[in-house]
């Protein structure tokens, strides 16, 4: 599969943000893990689209993926340097990825000023290195629940990154010692990784809440009954009260995103959506058109005409 985000969600380079988008959810209302239990190419071609959506949604980081300055993963690619970047950057091959926005000619100013003159060297200069901005991008249930990955350097080496679990999109992992190196004898800097979290298809978290919309059936709504429903530890069955009206949240407590600096965990909203079926038989319109005339009632009694 290409690793072209374009190409994995088969939109042309000039799609605008809502044809990206609608690709993007017909692939996950396709491939969905959730979906598709068991079927390793599905999934394979979900976590695929997730990602190229993630990327292409920000306008920002698409229009650095459109210039050749990340690629597919959301990565920096290795810069072209030439000798004015060697030069300025006093021996720091990465300065171009700095987060800091210092300016160098005072670093140069105080390390002549350490010169007893031309040629003449009477003071060793030190600095720390610069921090390195990187970003991740990771899926809901990572976030959630906290994961291990690895991030690739602009040089090419390898470094993991231990994802604590509930962190949400825009926070900043910071990895020290992993920056560029340091001036002299100073210490090298560290790695700021911004984590971006994919959106997912069915949980939509709101804190450490986590909601989502349960469709029923009509005999569901009217009798009542147990039905199956998903949620982050996997599906439970819920209790739906006879006479349900679409918009009626069910609460499971504890089954959300663990809190903070504690044990405990936030809840799980359900919100139920009574779904008619795909076609309308003649045995039940003539069902419903008998109960009418006997059972009449105005739900939009009492609102303004």
Not at 27 to 53: N, V
Request: net charge negative; aromatic share 8%; charged share 30%.
């Amino acid at each position: 599969m290409s690793d072209d985000p374009y190409s994995v969600l088969g939109v042309a380079k000039d799609a605008n943000d809502a044809e990206i988008k609608k690709a993007y959810r017909k692939i996950a209302k396709e491939c969905h893990p959730d979906l598709k239990p068991g079927d390793a190419e599905a999934e394979a071609k979900f976590k695929a689209a997730a990602a190229a959506y993630d990327l292409l949604k920000d306008p920002e980081t698409r229009k650095r993926y459109d210039n050749g300055e990340i690629d597919a993963s959301g990565q920096e690619r290795p810069r072209q340097q030439y000798y004015r970047d060697y030069a300025e950057a006093a021996g720091n091959p990465y300065r171009g990825y700095s987060t800091e926005q210092d300016d160098m000619s005072d670093i140069f100013a105080e390390f002549m000023r350490g010169r007893g003159g031309y040629g003449q060297r009477t003071q060793e200069f030190h600095a720390p290195g610069h921090n390195l901005n990187y970003s991740l991008h990771i899926s809901f249930l990572d976030a959630v629940f906290g994961a291990s990955q690895k991030l690739t350097l602009p040089n090419g080496n390898r470094i993991e990154v231990k994802i604590p679990a509930g962190i949400t999109t825009g926070q900043t992992i910071r990895l020290r010692g992993k920056g560029a190196p340091g001036y002299g004898e100073g210490p090298p800097g560290d790695a700021l990784v911004t984590i971006s979290v994919t959106d997912h298809p069915v949980f939509d978290r709101q804190g450490d809440d986590i909601h989502i919309t349960l469709p029923i059936t009509i005999d569901e709504a009217v009798l009542g009954g147990k039905v199956q429903a998903p949620t982050i530890d996997g599906g439970v069955n819920v209790s739906v009260p006879a006479g349900t009206s679409s918009g009626k949240t069910l609460r499971l407590r504890g089954k959300g995103v663990k809190k903070r600096g504690s044990s405990d965990r936030g809840d799980q909203f359900i919100e139920l959506t009574v779904a008619m079926p795909d076609m309308v038989d003649d045995e039940l319109k003539q069902f419903m058109e008998t109960w009418r005339e006997t059972h009449s009632y105005d739900p939009r009694k009492g609102m303004p005409s």
